[in-house]
């Protein structure tokens, strides 16, 4: 009579050979409080890029390095992945109020791209405590200047020679600077545009959204390749981010250009303090003291 089969034989032979050949288990993947972290810092970045222009990496890189144990280089290459979205949104809703000057984008944008190559060469090579001195004291003279003079609305440069080749200009000013420094293209482009092509705060808010597209699109290329981004990880800070922003777009459309400048003067300062806390020599610690 043949016994039925229990499933509590012994091991087979040859069992323990194939178990020791199997791959361990690698650690658990990332649980829903990781991802959930990553949508929050996304729409904490979307409202920067929605009110003021700004890619949000200036808040998304050190909420990413401190909430989600990121590194600081792959902290910055994934947030420059939810930067896309976050522009594309933001941009689209300035555009659909025609707050968006295209034509200077499109002259803005190619000096950008290769001024933030640019900046990234000058980064290996050049000593920066001097460059990064005059770029705070930049900061600080548009910031001083927005809370002296109230931006206004409703003026736009026509297109001359003369302002196309400054729009050039411009992009080379803003992506090397953004390479040189990390700081987002919409400090420097968004005051920039107010004070030298005399355009309005929205639109030159919607432009520098605009501009930031494309080179965002070159760095996560670049990152890509490097092995630095985590494009799970950026969509989902970018599609928070994306939803976040276009309430941000509509609350700086209802917000007075006076109180504007102020917020705009305010972010400008808080850029400029960070950039000297970088500045300043490491303090050391008196021999004995921890």
Same mark, same amino acid.
């Given at each position: 009579?043949?016994?039925?089969?229990?499933?509590?034989?012994?091991?087979?032979?040859?069992?323990?050979?194939?178990?020791?050949?199997? /791959?361990?288990?690698?650690?658990?993947?990332?649980?829903?409080?990781? $991802?959930?972290?990553?949508?929050?810092?996304?729409?904490?970045?979307?409202?920067?890029?929605?009110?003021?222009?700004?890619?949000?990496?200036?808040?998304?890189?050190?909420?990413?390095? *401190?909430?989600?144990?990121? &590194?600081?280089?792959?902290?910055?290459?994934? !947030?420059?992945?939810?930067?896309?979205?976050?522009?594309?949104?933001?941009? =689209?809703?300035?555009? =659909? #109020?025609?707050?968006?000057?295209?034509? +200077?984008?499109?002259?803005?944008?190619?000096?950008?791209?290769?001024?933030?190559?640019?900046?990234?060469?000058?980064?290996?090579?050049? /000593?920066?405590? $001097?460059?990064? *001195?005059?770029?705070?004291?930049?900061?600080?003279?548009?910031?001083?200047?927005?809370?002296?003079?109230?931006?206004?609305?409703? #003026?736009?440069? #026509?297109?001359?020679?003369?302002?196309?080749?400054?729009?050039?200009?411009?992009?080379?000013?803003? @992506?090397?600077?953004?390479?040189?420094?990390?700081?987002?293209? +919409?400090?420097?482009?968004?005051?920039?545009?107010?004070?030298?092509?005399?355009? !309005?705060?929205?639109?030159?808010?919607?432009?520098?959204?605009?501009?930031?597209?494309?080179? !965002?699109?070159?760095?996560?290329?670049?990152?890509?390749?490097?092995?630095?981004? &985590?494009?799970?990880?950026?969509?989902?800070?970018?599609?928070?981010?994306?939803?976040?922003?276009?309430?941000?777009?509509?609350?700086?459309?209802?917000?007075?250009?006076?109180?504007?400048?102020?917020?705009?003067?305010?972010?400008?300062?808080?850029?400029?303090?960070?950039?000297?806390?970088?500045?300043?020599?490491?303090?050391?610690? /008196?021999? @004995?003291?921890?």
């Amino acid at each position: 009579m043949t016994k039925a089969f229990t499933g509590t034989a012994g091991p087979v032979p040859g069992d323990d050979k194939a178990a020791a050949a199997a /791959p361990p288990a690698g650690p658990p993947g990332p649980g829903r409080g990781y $991802w959930a972290t990553l949508a929050a810092i996304g729409a904490a970045g979307g409202v920067l890029s929605g009110l003021f222009a700004i890619g949000g990496g200036i808040l998304m890189v050190p909420l990413l390095i *401190w909430r989600a144990r990121l &590194d600081q280089r792959q902290a910055a290459a994934t !947030s420059l992945v939810a930067i896309i979205p976050a522009a594309a949104a933001s941009s =689209a809703t300035y555009l =659909a #109020h025609g707050d968006v000057n295209i034509a +200077g984008a499109a002259l803005v944008a190619p000096g950008a791209v290769v001024g933030a190559v640019a900046g990234s060469y000058l980064l290996r090579r050049l /000593p920066l405590a $001097w460059l990064r *001195w005059m770029f705070i004291a930049f900061i600080v003279a548009n910031a001083v200047r927005l809370l002296v003079i109230a931006p206004e609305r409703g #003026h736009l440069a #026509h297109l001359t020679a003369g302002v196309a080749l400054g729009y050039i200009g411009l992009g080379l000013v803003v @992506g090397t600077a953004s390479g040189l420094f990390g700081i987002g293209g +919409g400090i420097i482009a968004v005051p920039l545009l107010i004070a030298g092509f005399g355009v !309005s705060d929205l639109t030159a808010k919607g432009t520098a959204l605009l501009v930031s597209i494309p080179a !965002s699109v070159a760095g996560t290329v670049t990152s890509r390749r490097g092995g630095l981004v &985590d494009v799970r990880a950026g969509l989902v800070l970018g599609m928070a981010a994306a939803a976040a922003s276009v309430p941000a777009v509509y609350a700086a459309l209802a917000i007075p250009p006076a109180l504007s400048g102020i917020l705009f003067a305010a972010l400008l300062l808080a850029v400029a303090a960070q950039l000297t806390a970088k500045a300043l020599p490491a303090r050391q610690t /008196p021999a @004995g003291l921890t």
